[in-house]
C-alpha cells in the first residue's frame, strides 16, 4: 500500500482556469514522492452532519473546513500512514525545496500584509489550514476535528468564513505553538502585486517577516472572489512562480 495520500477538492467546473495550474503542480508533486493523488468534488461534504450543512448552506467554505478534517480521518483509519490536505488554489512553485515534514502533524504558515484602517501597511503572522498534514497516532487531528464540529453545533449566530479554519486553528496555536510547515506559505493581494511588479512595500514586509523562503502558497481564490486580484494577474503570477522568480526569507528575496 503507498503509505502516503493527498487530497483536494474543488467544485465542478472549476471557478477559475488557473487552478488546473494549481492542481498540476501538486499532481506533479505526487509523482516526484510516489504519492496517491485523490480529487474530491461536492461529495466532500458527504461526511459532514445535516445540521451543520443547514447552518452553512450559504457559506460552504466553513463546511469545507470540517469536511477535510473527516476525509484525513477517514483515510488515516483505512490504513495510510500519512495523509496531507491541500487546497486547490495551492501552487508548489519550488517542488524540490517541498517536503512533507517528519513530524506528527503541521500546518501552513500565512504572512499576511494589508493596509489598517489609517492606510497603514501591517503584517498578521498566522496560520493556515490551506495546508494539513498528519501521521497516523498524531494526538491533534481527532480533537481538532471534534473541537470544530462541536463549535459549529452549538453555534447560534452568524460565523466568519474562517470560524473552524484559520480562526480556531491561530487560537489553538497561540496556546499551544503547533508545528509549522514554513515552506508553505500564503500570499495576500498586496504581496501578489508587488511580485508582478517586481518589488514593493508589501514584497519587503512579507520577506521581513517570513521565517524562511517559501517553496509554495495558497494563492487565495477569494483575492478573484472579491476582485483584489483579476484572473489575469493569477496567471501572470504562476507564470512568474513557475520560472523561479524568487520569494520571501531573512527580510530580502533569495
Same mark, same amino acid.
Given at each position: 500500500?503507498?503509505?502516503?495520500?493527498?487530497?483536494?477538492?474543488?467544485?465542478?467546473?472549476?471557478?477559475?482556469?488557473?487552478?488546473?495550474?494549481?492542481?498540476?503542480? %501538486?499532481?506533479?508533486?505526487?509523482?516526484?514522492?510516489?504519492?496517491?493523488?485523490?480529487?474530491?468534488?461536492?461529495?466532500?461534504?458527504?461526511? $459532514?452532519?445535516?445540521?451543520?450543512?443547514? /447552518?452553512?448552506?450559504?457559506?460552504?467554505?466553513?463546511?469545507?473546513?470540517?469536511?477535510?478534517?473527516?476525509?484525513?480521518?477517514?483515510?488515516?483509519?483505512?490504513?495510510? +500512514?500519512?495523509?496531507?490536505?491541500?487546497?486547490?488554489?495551492?501552487?508548489?512553485?519550488?517542488? !524540490?525545496?517541498?517536503? #512533507?515534514?517528519?513530524?506528527?502533524?503541521? %500546518?501552513?504558515?500565512?504572512?499576511?500584509?494589508?493596509?489598517?484602517?489609517?492606510?497603514?501597511?501591517?503584517?498578521?503572522?498566522?496560520?493556515?489550514?490551506?495546508?494539513?498534514?498528519?501521521?497516523?497516532?498524531?494526538?491533534?487531528?481527532?480533537?481538532?476535528?471534534?473541537?470544530?464540529?462541536?463549535?459549529?453545533?452549538?453555534?447560534?449566530?452568524?460565523?466568519?468564513?474562517?470560524?473552524?479554519?484559520?480562526?480556531?486553528?491561530?487560537?489553538?496555536?497561540?496556546? #499551544?505553538?503547533?508545528? $509549522?510547515?514554513?515552506?508553505?506559505?500564503?500570499?495576500?493581494?498586496?504581496?501578489?502585486?508587488?511580485?508582478?511588479?517586481? +518589488?514593493?512595500?508589501?514584497?519587503?514586509?512579507?520577506?521581513?517577516?517570513?521565517?524562511?523562503?517559501? #517553496?509554495? #502558497?495558497?494563492?487565495? $481564490?477569494?483575492?478573484?472572489? /472579491?476582485?483584489? %486580484? !483579476?484572473?489575469?494577474?493569477?496567471?501572470?503570477?504562476?507564470?512568474?512562480?513557475?520560472?523561479?522568480?524568487?520569494?520571501?526569507?531573512?527580510?530580502?528575496?533569495?
Amino acid at each position: 500500500m503507498i503509505s502516503a495520500l493527498v487530497i483536494q477538492s474543488q467544485r465542478s467546473p472549476l471557478p477559475y482556469p488557473w487552478i488546473e495550474r494549481c492542481l498540476d503542480t %501538486v499532481r506533479d508533486w505526487c509523482a516526484l514522492h510516489a504519492y496517491e493523488y485523490r480529487f474530491m468534488g461536492d461529495e466532500l461534504f458527504d461526511c $459532514v452532519p445535516g445540521p451543520i450543512l443547514d /447552518k452553512t448552506q450559504q457559506q460552504r467554505v466553513i463546511a469545507s473546513d470540517l469536511a477535510r478534517l473527516q476525509v484525513l480521518q477517514d483515510a488515516l483509519h483505512s490504513g495510510y +500512514e500519512t495523509v496531507i490536505w491541500m487546497d486547490s488554489d495551492f501552487l508548489i512553485f519550488n517542488p !524540490s525545496a517541498f517536503l #512533507a515534514p517528519d513530524m506528527q502533524f503541521a %500546518v501552513g504558515r500565512e504572512v499576511w500584509v494589508q493596509q489598517d484602517r489609517q492606510g497603514k501597511l501591517k503584517c498578521y503572522n498566522k496560520i493556515h489550514n490551506a495546508f494539513l498534514m498528519f501521521q497516523k497516532g498524531n494526538n491533534f487531528l481527532d480533537f481538532y476535528a471534534d473541537t470544530a464540529k462541536r463549535l459549529l453545533l452549538q453555534n447560534r449566530g452568524t460565523m466568519p468564513p474562517q470560524f473552524v479554519g484559520p480562526k480556531l486553528l491561530t487560537a489553538l496555536h497561540n496556546v #499551544a505553538n503547533l508545528p $509549522v510547515l514554513e515552506t508553505a506559505g500564503m500570499l495576500s493581494p498586496m504581496v501578489v502585486r508587488d511580485i508582478l511588479a517586481g +518589488e514593493g512595500p508589501a514584497l519587503d514586509l512579507f520577506h521581513k517577516n517570513s521565517p524562511q523562503p517559501i #517553496a509554495a #502558497a495558497n494563492l487565495c $481564490v477569494s483575492s478573484c472572489n /472579491k476582485n483584489e %486580484v !483579476s484572473g489575469k494577474e493569477m496567471e501572470s503570477l504562476i507564470d512568474m512562480l513557475l520560472l523561479g522568480i524568487p520569494l520571501g526569507g531573512a527580510g530580502r528575496p533569495r
